[in-house]
């Protein structure tokens, strides 16, 4: 795949890649336009989607000084794993569309940096070769399939292979409808389908129970919740923590940016378990923030993936480095020596 050296053209000075968003522009470079715009979109008008960023601005840093912070540590344990800094991967599908090693090279990224990587349901074939790649924790998003023996039969075959969690994701009961996947006809390529990939339309909160039983002891997680209501039945029904999301605005658009979620869910919540959020992070600031309203830790989805499809497992560490350093900068500027400084207090509503 093309590298931001490989497109210079000779004799020209180095474009420094200094920002996620540099190796989106280097990503959109490398792929074909279909390609692109799938991961890149979101549903209908793109409203959730911009939200997810926007959300950001709304909130300043109250930062603090002479608190000896110069040398802050971003370190923290999520439901028993020790994390480098609290930023994890987040499923995306299909990632062979993106770089030939696809999940592994994520995955390799991921460990190599010290966090963990949520492995797509959609890597379903892959899902031993994934988990191999590497030393280090990695974790299992579920589609719940329609049909459950298959589904037991992958969840077994999850446990097997070592994943520590699952990460039940709720908000795909049907496709999101995204206008530019129409426009440009793109379809996945059918060899990158798994072949009992049929998502149940019908959950239910008791599918949760199913799948507890079935994961033995593993923690599960609920991703896709934006209301206290159902954060609340989410904790009723035995959830091990919770991720606030709108899955990158692709599903229902016109809903509101998963940070503006976040403050509510934390609210009801109240600490018994751990609340995720992931949607627009792109910025050391913006983990920061979230830190701030009661995430324990964030996921990114996009930033992951247009590092390896601009540099394969180097770019993705490459955009999950610039992150932690852009946290460890934030912190050391807020006077944040560890994540047990970050709280309300850091924050304000930007006017
Ligand atoms: C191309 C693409 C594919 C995705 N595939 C999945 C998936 O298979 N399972 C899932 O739970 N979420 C999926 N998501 C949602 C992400 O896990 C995550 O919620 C979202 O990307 C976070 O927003 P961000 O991209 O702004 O960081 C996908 C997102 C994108 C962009």
Not at 19 to 29: C, H, K
């Amino acid at each position: 795949m093309a590298t931001g050296q490989d497109q210079r053209p000779e004799g020209a000075p180095a474009t420094p890649i200094l920002t996620v968003d540099d190796y989106e522009r280097i990503a959109r470079d490398a792929l074909s336009e279909p390609v692109y715009d799938f991961f890149a979109g979101g549903a209908v008008d793109e409203r959730t989607l911009a939200r997810n960023r926007a959300a950001f601005e709304r909130w300043l840093l109250r930062p603090r000084y002479l608190r000896g912070a110069a040398a802050p540590d971003p370190s923290t344990r999520l439901l028993g794993v020790p994390l480098a800094f609290p930023v994890l991967v987040a499923p995306v599908a299909y990632q062979r569309l993106l770089h030939p090693e696809g999940e592994l090279a994520t995955r390799r990224a991921a460990a190599r940096v010290g966090t963990v990587m949520v492995v797509s349901s959609t890597a379903a074939d892959l899902l031993e070769d994934v988990a191999a790649a590497a030393e280090g924790p990695a974790w299992w998003q579920l589609y719940l399939w329609r049909d459950r023996g298959a589904a037991a039969e992958l969840l077994a075959r999850v446990r097997e292979a070592g994943y520590g969690a699952l990460v039940w994701t709720v908000d795909l009961t049907t496709w999101g409808r995204r206008l530019r996947d129409l426009r440009t006809g793109f379809e996945v390529p059918p060899a990158l389908v798994p072949s009992a990939h049929d998502p149940e339309p019908d959950l239910r909160w008791e599918d949760l129970a199913w799948i507890r039983e079935r994961a033995a002891g593993l923690p599960v997680l609920v991703k896709g919740l934006l209301t206290a209501e159902d954060a609340r039945l989410a904790l009723e029904h035995g959830a091990d923590g919770v991720v606030v999301s709108n899955h990158g605005g692709r599903q229902l658009d016109a809903v509101v940016g998963s940070l503006e979620a976040l403050p509510e869910i934390v609210e009801t919540v109240q600490g018994r378990v751990p609340v995720l959020m992931d949607g627009g992070v792109r910025r050391g600031t913006d983990v920061l923030v979230a830190l701030a309203l009661g995430a324990s830790a964030v996921l990114v989805g996009r930033p992951a993936a247009w590092g390896l499809a601009a540099e394969g497992e180097r770019g993705v560490a490459g955009a999950l480095s610039i992150l932690r350093d852009e946290l460890e900068s934030a912190m050391a500027l807020t006077g944040c020596r560890t994540l047990a400084d970050v709280g309300p207090a850091l924050v304000r509503p930007a006017g």
